[in-house]
């Protein structure tokens, strides 16, 4: 698989420079062996989004900046982890995709068919 292909197989686009997100922090859902958590899926985040993965303990919206991490609000983008997507999924409050800025590699976890009913760029 090319390393820099999205979910529809053309090339990956940049999901967020502000706040700067992704596994190398070059503002794309890149990956390679090493990230474990396939920081892969190009999310829109909301409020219903943040609370709950606060309450399973992955706040994502509480400033780190001993990690240059500005905490998210409803609105920003993020390369999140497939399986956090998924997980989400399932518990109802999946977050909105841009398809066009997720990595294919998430295909080994999520569905594409299930990406694309909260894909926010498909015309």
């Not at 905490?71 to 977050?95: F, H, K, S, T």
């Not at 909105?96 to 990406?115: G, M, P, S």
Request: charged share 20%; hydrophobic share 40%.
């Amino acid at each position: 698989m090319d390393a820099k292909l999205n979910v529809l197989g053309e090339e990956l686009a940049p999901c967020s420079e502000n706040p700067l997100t992704g596994y190398f922090r070059d503002g794309c859902c890149n990956t390679e062996p090493a990230d474990v958590g396939s920081h892969t899926v190009c999310v829109r985040v909301t409020r219903k989004f943040l609370e709950y993965s606060r309450s399973v303990g992955n706040d994502l919206s509480t400033p780190h900046a001993e990690f240059g991490f500005p905490g998210l609000r409803p609105g920003d983008q993020w390369c999140l982890c497939a399986a956090r997507w998924q997980e989400a999924l399932d518990a109802g409050v999946a977050p909105h995709v841009i398809l066009q800025a997720t990595h294919a590699a998430c295909l080994k976890i999520v569905k594409l068919a299930d990406l694309k009913r909260f894909a926010v760029d498909l015309v």
